[in-house]
């Protein structure tokens, strides 16, 4: 037994946090361990916290410790009132050089920053892709002062970020680390991929701030561990549109904090922040071949929920009681396959090709950005228009040069999937066509924003839709839906 247990086991008036391995141990008084759980609590915590600490805390009789989450443990330290604590950690690394925003920030943004202020350095702030997220997160680190770890979705976002910070903080490009896609470099201000933050929760003490980028991606099970596991409260999530079709968006308000900020495409186009747009649905119809394929298709698959007694009201639905049990039940498999032929039919028809060659003309001096939901459109519309695409088959070089020569003008034109639609640097471009898409409003908003960087001229969002098809409902949706 070491000098530091030894004071412990004869200090009856402090309780120690410490970490052990992946949580966060509470060792109390030594006096007290003989206690039976609800007494034990009770002394820690007083009567009325005694029931939450007894969820947040599970006993280990061989270490003689309480172990939680370190989620948790700012309110378990909070909860200690009648105690001394002793945390044996630092709980707010600091950074080893002063920061300042050398940016100045947009009203907008100094509002969020308040806001985030004033909740306690919590919480998320919603703004429309284009409107300076980063610059944001960047006003947030000045504030606190602390060492920070940006979480980000895509290896291309760590660089983004790197290059932004160093340009708003005034500092040297290598003095933002990296730690994803090969890099392993940690530093006092360091970007990571939430894939690297789940495997390595070990480096998640070394912060005293958390910045999610894209946060909407932080509820999924695999990456929730992320904030479950860092101790620090202080935390900042930044999302065009944190909503989840899965509703588990609500998580947000336990993992990072409350929504203490948002401001809409709209609200910034009209204050000359973003450009100003125009959306325009444009409905084509399918050949009489296909409308009656895609009537028999349908009459399948509405056939099966109705005799199955099945209704779908969410994705998770469909997901369960027909995409699940396609596997084991071959009527299910004919559902499946006949929503999948229908939707096929609606989001691929092929007048849509015209219309886009209307537009590609009308455009013609214009960089035009178009996306499908299906790749093997991405490769028609390619070929048709013997055009560039990127999908995610596309190797990252030659996705970069693509990009760039998209950025310099030298191609006009550029055609994708769902890829491209965030954690990428796209060229401001004045007009997206969406061919076809799905119901979220997440993939809306986000494909709204490619055009919204501020410019002189109007940008346009075109909607090619499928007319008397689920298609038209699909579009209305992911206008409306939040």
Known sequence: MDESQEHLQ????????????????????????????????????????????????????????????????????????????????????????????????????????????????????????????????????????????????????????????????????????????????????????????????????????????????LPAQTYRQIAEGAATPLRLGLSATPERADDEHRALDRLIGPEVYRRAPEELSAARYLASYDEQQLIVALSPEDAARYEQARATYRGYLRQRHILINSPADFQRKVLWASARDPEARAAMLAWREARSLAMNAPAKFALLEEIFARHAAERVLVFSEYNTLVEQVSQRFCIPQITHKTATEERRLILERFREGRYRRLVTGRVLNEGVDIPDCGVAIIVSGSATRREYIQRLGRVLRPKETRATLYELVTGDTTEEHISDRRRTRI
Request: proline content about 7%; overall charge negative.
């Open 10 to 217: 004869h200090d009856d008036t402090t309780v120690r946090i410490e970490w052990r391995g992946r949580d966060i141990a509470l060792v109390p008084p030594a006096t007290l361990w003989p206690l039976d759980d609800a007494a034990l609590y009770r002394a820690l915590f007083g009567s009325a916290a005694a029931g939450l600490a007894s969820a947040l805390l599970q006993r280990d009789m061989r270490a003689r410790i309480l172990r939680a989450r370190p989620l948790d443990f700012p309110w378990l330290k909070a909860a200690l009132t009648d105690w001394d604590v002793a945390v044996a950690f630092d709980e707010r690394p600091a950074l080893p050089w002063p920061v300042q925003v050398t940016l100045a920030p947009r009203p907008y943004q100094d509002d969020a920053l308040t806001a985030w202020r004033a909740e306690g350095c919590r919480g998320v702030v919603v703004l429309p892709t284009g409107s300076g997220k980063t610059l944001v997160g960047a006003l947030a680190i000045a504030e606190v002062e602390l060492a920070t770890l940006v979480v980000v979705p895509t290896i291309d976002l760590l660089r983004q970020w790197q290059r932004a910070l160093a340009e708003s903080l005034g500092r040297a490009q290598e003095d933002i680390g990296v730690y994803g896609g090969g890099a392993h470099d940690v530093r006092p201000i360091t970007i990571i991929t939430y894939e690297s933050a789940a495997l390595h929760p070990e480096l998640l003490r070394r912060f005293g701030l958390l910045i999610f980028d894209e946060c909407h991606h």
